[in-house]
């Protein structure tokens, strides 16, 4: 790991930072959800929460997120790639930075902690270490960065693959639901598409990454814990899937005789999480269409969508190579023809020993003697930034487990426990690290 932190083997209780005053914690929370409810003011959309990449909305979430960023003592700019940055300056000048943040983008009809709330944690965190008078022996930088979802261009960690240096110019050429070019949306946004690379930082410019999320799962929940470690995130792979018939007449033509294609996409969508369960995978159709979409027509095509991650990458692949031998199988039996077409990919990441030891030293700090620790099925930022630092994150309790929904929600005091611990491992990074 950059910088060579050592705080402790995970779950050894050494780098103990000293716990913070209760008072002002409930206030900085309760900012902390104020805040969370302004942002999801901004939305495209009236009737429900959606943000994209590159919209005006993300540009008011940018300045609005910089102005609090300035509030807790920060430098500010929004980088090359649309991402809203600070930076606190360490004992000395132009020292490595120690990264925290999170996303500000969203999924459509959207919750208002995804992202957002690991955002306003590492903006409080930083405040109270520039208020605190105590300099760290690095810089602390927070990102909000400006694309994780990959809602509006099919293609997610887009702001953290360009701070991570790890940008494919053909990603310009990603369109949206209008035809629009990323590069164009850069444009629009005030961007220079020939600028990105300076959004990229060096791997000796960085200590790490540290990331709160809220947990997108119920485990937590089920165990009646606030907080947890992340040991890994889930390598993710997902695809375009097209299965071609024959569309007919639905009175007119016999069932011997039907090439249909919503019937054999249908066995397959069951298939896929059969076979999900009994590889330990998670697989998941979440889009499904059929053409041409008259109700007494037989469907000739359907477009279909595919998910499919796992904690270990060759689960994931023998899953995934048995789904497409059962899509043979059934093409073959039902006369019908099958297309699949990756969109994305990332390998499953483990979080360095270091920083999660970091993580779970936070936790403990607050009251926690035994810390738990386990996998993200969901992706993070992390998986991008992976490639020119290390990482590790902190998981917050969301009700019933739920994400990407309007009812994803967390409660006051667990945000409280939350900005102790992440604080805590900050210094706790800092009593390991020997430069």
């Known amino acids: ?68 960023m300035r509030q807790a003592g920060l430098s500010t700019w929004q980088d090359a ?17 120690l990264l925290l943040g999170s996303h500000i983008d969203t999924v459509p009809d959207a919750g208002r902690y995804d992202g957002m709330l690991g955002v306003l944690l590492a903006i409080a965190v930083a405040g109270r270490i520039h208020s605190s008078g105590r300099a760290l022996p690095f810089a602390l930088e927070v990102v909000a960065f400006s694309d994780e979802e990959g809602t509006r261009f099919g293609t997610a960690l887009l702001g953290s693959r360009a701070l991570a240096g790890a940008w494919d110019d053909a990603l310009f050429e990603l369109t949206d639901a209008d035809g629009i070019t990323l590069f164009e949306a850069m444009q629009d946004f005030g961007l220079d598409p ?44 997902r695809f375009s899937l097209t299965m071609t018939g024959k569309a007919g007449h639905a009175g007119g033509t016999p069932f011997e005789k039907r090439r249909d294609a919503l019937v054999g996409a249908s066995e ?118 992976s490639s020119v630092t290390d990482f590790a994150m902190l998981f917050i309790r969301c009700a019933g487990g739920i994400s990407h929904h309007p009812d994803e929600s967390v409660i006051e005091a667990d945000v409280a426990v939350a900005l102790d611990a992440f604080e805590a491992a900050v210094w706790a990074v800092a009593a390991g690290y020997t430069g």
């Open 1 to 68: 790991m950059t910088g060579a932190v050592d705080a402790g083997a995970p779950g050894d209780g050494s780098a103990e930072p000293e716990p913070v005053e209760a008072e002002p914690v409930s206030r900085d929370a309760a900012l902390i959800m104020e805040r969370c409810d302004e942002l999801a003011t901004l939305s495209s959309n009236p009737e429900h929460l959606e943000r994209l990449h590159l919209s005006r909305e993300h540009a008011a979430a940018n300045a609005l997120v910089g102005e609090w």
């Open 81 to 97: 790639a649309g991402n809203q940055c600070a930076r606190l300056e360490g004992s000395s000048p132009d020292l490595p930075a």
């Open 194 to 237: 020939a600028r990105l690379p300076g959004a990229a930082r060096r791997r000796e410019s960085l200590v790490g990454y540290l990331e709160a999320h809220i947990e997108q799962g119920p485990i937590l929940e089920d165990l009646g814990k606030s907080l947890a470690a992340v040991t890994s995130i889930a390598g993710a792979r």
């Open 268 to 385: 397959l969508v069951v298939a896929v999480e059969a076979l999900s369960r009994e590889y330990g995978t998670i697989g998941t159709v979440g889009r499904l269409q059929a053409f041409p979409g008259g109700v007494n027509v037989i469907p000739g095509r359907v477009d279909f969508s595919l998910d499919l991650r796992a904690e270990h990458d060759a689960d994931r692949d023998t899953c995934l190579r048995r789904i497409r031998e059962t899509a043979e199988d059934i093409c073959a039996r039902r006369g019908l023809s099958f297309e699949s077409t990756e969109i994305y990919t990332a390998p499953a990441v483990r979080c360095d020993p270091g920083l999660r030891a970091a993580i779970e030293s936070g936790i403990r700090s607050t009251g926690d003697a035994a810390p738990v620790a386990f996998h993200s099925r969901a992706g993070h930022d992390g998986v991008a930034i």
